[in-house]
Structure formats: C-alpha cells, structure tokens
C-alpha cells in the first residue's frame, strides 16, 4: 500500500492569510487528487493535479484560490489563499496507483479564525 | 450529476450484532464504488472496491454488494466489534473517471 504524508496534519491560521499544504507519497502514482471535508459534509474533489501542467479544478473551485502544484510524481501542494472562516475544513490529498487503488492521507485540519 | 445517499447517517448497535449499511446513487454509469473508513482524526482507509460489473467483494468479515439497475450499494458487517466503531463512506467514480463522488457517509457504534 502506498503511504501519504501531509503537512500540516493540523493548524489555526488568521483571516486573510494563506496556507500551502504539501502531500508526499513513498513511491510513484499515476493521479493526484485534493479533496476538501467541511464540518459535517462529506468529502468534495477540489482539482486533479497533474504533473508539470496546471491542475483541472472542479465547479466551484478556482486557481487563484487554491494553486496547486505537481513538480513531479511523488509530491504535490494545495495552497488556500485569503483564507476565511468559511475555509475551516480537513483537505485531504489522495493517490491513485495501479487504476483501480486509491490512497488517502491523513488530512490537514485547518482552522480560520 | 451523481449523488450519492448513505442511510442511516448515525448508527449505534451492541456488540456482537450483524448490521448493514446503505448507499445509493443516481447515475448508474458508473465505474467502480468503493467502501471507506474513515477514524477520527484520521484519513480514509479502503475497505472494498466493487467493479462495476461485479456485484458483491468480500474481505474478512466485510461484504459488499452492489445492484447498479436499483442505483445500490450495501456494506455487510458481520460479528460486529467495538474496532470497527468508525464513518462509513460510500464513494463512487464514474465512467472514463478515477474521481470519487462521496457520500456524506454513516457513522457507527459498536457498544461492548
């Protein structure tokens, strides 16, 4: 199975501020995907990263909000810009190995206060 | 667009006890549907990943089927123990797609 990293695992940032959050896997996988969890909800696909090109964001999430890198097989970021309240979710970053196998991280906790 | 229902949202049994957890969908072409745990404080875990042209997997005390015609999905857990007290999620990728479509999931607990 593949092992994902994220960091921060957890953190409390202020209004108008911006967090990038870095996802790294053990070895290489085909896709990467960033997913958000707000309190209460179930998990929404944020954007497809793709490796050395712009990530494919999903209805209702843009670029200049939530950049995104994949400088290559095994690491990608998701930066959340001007942060506010509303932001406060887990974001989680997950892999996909082999076609059909998917791995999640462990999640960022962020909290906009 | 898919939307993807799990029922009940909060589950309590004792220990000991057979339950069933339900999902469903209402895009039936899909690729495959898939079973998460998720702990608190934890990432997701995945528990059983059924094609789209198979209709059940099984993996210990885990079965899962799936009835792609009724828009189905139902998570079998037998002999349940308080370790398997956890969200349920339900999450569904669909045709030439490795995007997963999620329930909001069910949340079980097992009472020792």
């Known amino acids: 199975s593949a092992v994902i990293s994220q960091k921060p695992s957890r953190d409390i940032c202020q209004r108008g501020t911006s967090l990038t959050i870095q996802c790294q896997v053990d070895?290489?996988?085909?896709?990467m995907f960033w997913y958000r969890q707000q309190p209460g909800q179930s998990l929404t696909l944020i954007a497809t990263?793709?490796?050395?090109?712009?990530?494919?964001?999903e209805s209702g999430f843009v670029i200049d909000k939530f950049p995104i890198s994949r400088p290559n097989l095994t690491f990608s970021t998701l930066t959340v810009s001007n942060m506010s309240p509303e932001d406060s979710s887990i974001y989680l970053c997950?892999?996909?190995?082999?076609?059909?196998?998917?791995?999640f991280g462990e999640g960022s906790w962020l909290t906009v206060v | 667009k898919q939307e993807v229902t799990q029922i009940p949202a909060a589950l309590s049994v004792p220990e000991g006890e057979n339950l069933v957890l339900n999902c469903s969908f209402t895009?039936?072409?899909?690729?495959?549907l898939q079973w998460f745990r998720q702990d608190p404080g934890k990432g997701l875990t995945s528990l059983l990943l059924?094609?789209?042209?198979?209709r059940e997997q099984t993996s210990g005390r885990l079965n899962a089927s799936l009835d792609k015609s009724s828009g189905r999905s139902t998570l079998y857990i037998a002999a349940s123990q308080p370790g398997d007290s956890a969200t349920y999620l339900c999450?569904?990728?669909?045709?030439?797609?490795?995007?997963?479509?999620f329930g909001k999931g069910t949340k079980l607990s097992v009472i020792p």
């Open positions: 070895s290489q996988v085909t896709m």
């Open positions: 999450a569904i990728s669909g045709a030439g797609s490795y995007q997963l479509t």
């Open positions: 059924i094609q789209s042209s198979q």
């Open positions: 990263a793709n490796q050395g090109s712009e990530a494919t964001y």
């Open positions: 895009d039936s072409a899909i690729y495959n």
């Open positions: 997950s892999a996909l190995r082999n076609e059909n196998t998917i791995y």
